[in-house]
């Protein structure tokens, strides 16, 4: 059976929808009771330090979208400006509040938006090239989204197992709860575009060949040490006892849209290229600090 068409109409009332059902968590409604510190340090300090650095880019996010969007449009604008930062914010700030009452350093957000952005930003000023640029940026928002859900449900299990219910029920599960709506609004956006037909095969061709060029995981920002850091979140996670399921779980939606030219391929092989060189420089980074 052929899927429903995906029109701006349904987009727009799912952004309001999440608006109306999601307000900012607010700080003061955590319970900040940790049972054992130390356990939850040793087991997971290192995932959640990560995830509060990425969560408070969110605001670098902001300014890279306008840089590349320099036409965005009212649906857009809601998500990035109602939604989707006062969530992503506050989920910043509370896991980096959790990393503090963990006896860790808080996070530093690297909020410089790269030259390599500011060029497509530059480029994305002819209206063809930002046609290109937005597919990108709404399979980038979804991949990313895709693997906050996939580390919010490790996580959670994992601290389900050390029976810290505070940090579960109050922290994580409602900052889970708010991912797969951004997700679902990438995934909706990437998908209209495609099924609307909104670029021509060259600049489908340039979309992938710069996807190819510079797929990035969540919060690596092309630099080796966020590289390395994620590879410590993957390993971490137990995630690369499967990298290719995990490259399949993140990467399906991309493969669909973006490469359905070739026909039954699972996930773009960057994906999971980006996930073992991520996982090398972790354990390389482990040998040289003698571990
Ligand atoms: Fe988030
Ligand atoms: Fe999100």
Same mark, same amino acid.
């Given at each position: ?12 009332? *799912? ?12 700080? !003061?409604?955590? $319970? ?16 959640? $330090?990560?995830? /509060? ?5 969110? $605001? ?30 506050? *989920? !910043? ?57 996939? /580390? ?29 709506? *951004? ?8 998908? /209209? ?13 340039? /979309? ?10 969540? !919060? ?11 590879? @410590?979140?993957?390993? $971490?996670? @137990? ?5 290719? @399921? ?46």
């Amino acid at each position: 059976m052929p899927r429903q068409p995906i029109t701006q109409q349904k987009i727009a009332e *799912h952004v309001q929808r999440l608006g109306d059902l999601y307000p900012p968590i607010p700080l !003061g409604s955590v $319970d900040r009771t940790i049972k054992d510190p130390r356990a939850v340090a040793a087991k997971f300090g290192h995932v959640i $330090d990560y995830l /509060a650095r990425v969560e408070l880019e969110v $605001d670098r996010n902001v300014l890279e979208l306008l840089c590349l969007l320099p036409d965005v449009d009212d649906t857009n604008k809601t998500f990035y400006a109602d939604v989707w930062q006062p969530q992503e914010i506050q *989920h !910043g700030l509370i896991l980096d509040r959790l990393q503090q009452d963990l006896g860790r350093t808080a996070a530093e957000p690297h909020l410089e938006v790269s030259f390599k952005i500011k060029i497509l930003g530059a480029l994305a000023n002819l209206p063809a090239i930002q046609d290109v640029a937005k597919l990108l940026y709404f399979l980038t928002g979804a991949s990313t989204e895709r693997q906050a859900v996939l /580390a919010y449900n490790q996580i959670n299990t994992g601290l389900q197992e050390l029976g810290e219910t505070a940090i579960t029920e109050t922290i994580i599960t409602p900052i889970k709860q708010q991912e797969p709506g *951004h997700f679902a609004f990438y995934q909706m956006s990437a998908t /209209a575009m495609i099924q609307d037909n909104v670029l021509q095969p060259w600049q489908l061709y340039v /979309a992938r060949l710069m996807r190819e060029k510079s797929y990035n995981l969540v !919060g690596t920002n092309a630099m080796d040490r966020y590289k390395a850091d994620m590879g @410590g979140v993957i390993v $971490d996670l @137990g995630l690369n006892a499967d990298l290719e @399921g995990y490259a399949r779980e993140v990467g399906r939606l991309e493969a669909r849209l973006l490469w359905a030219n070739r026909n039954g391929m699972e996930f773009p092989p960057y994906i999971l290229k980006a996930l073992r060189e991520s996982v090398d420089l972790y354990e390389e980074r482990l040998k040289r600090e003698g571990a």
